[in-house]
């Protein structure tokens, strides 16, 4: 089992950047691959970026590729999110997660066993 804990979030101006991080509790850290997802108001949580275990490959939605950068770093049990060049549309909830499941499902909500709180995120114009 993990526990996860998202902190960074806050209000940018468009163009702007944020770092968001995720703190994993628990040994097993190494063993789980990480997403990060968000959630607007009124609209269905979507898939942002998620890292494999060993942090070799990474994946992003395409509204973000060449933005966002996600990392990690198992020795601390952290998993980061660098958001450059924010955009309005990119307000929303962010959320890390981890999942057992491999990269078919990285995108998929449904296979991540375990979710932080979430942290704000607003841009604005």
């Known amino acids: 089992q993990v526990q996860l804990v998202e902190s960074g979030g806050g209000l940018v101006q468009a163009g702007g950047s944020l770092r968001l991080s995720c703190a994993a509790s628990?040994?097993?850290?190494?063993?789980?691959?990480m997403g990060w997802f968000r959630q607007a108001p009124g609209k269905e949580r979507e898939f942002v970026a998620a890292?494999?275990?060993?942090?070799?490959?990474?994946y992003y939605t395409h509204s973000v590729e060449g933005r966002f950068t996600i990392s990690r770093d198992n020795a601390k049990n952290l998993v980061s999110l660098q958001m450059n060049s924010l955009k309005p549309e990119d307000t929303a909830v962010y959320y890390c997660?981890?999942?057992?499941?491999?990269?078919?499902?990285?995108?998929?909500?449904?296979?991540?066993?375990?979710w932080g709180q979430g942290t704000q995120v607003t841009v604005s114009s």
């Open positions: 997660a981890a999942t057992t499941r491999y990269y078919s499902a990285y995108a998929v909500a449904s296979a991540y066993a375990y």
């Open positions: 628990g040994r097993t850290f190494s063993s789980y691959a």
């Open positions: 890292i494999s275990r060993s942090g070799s490959g990474t």
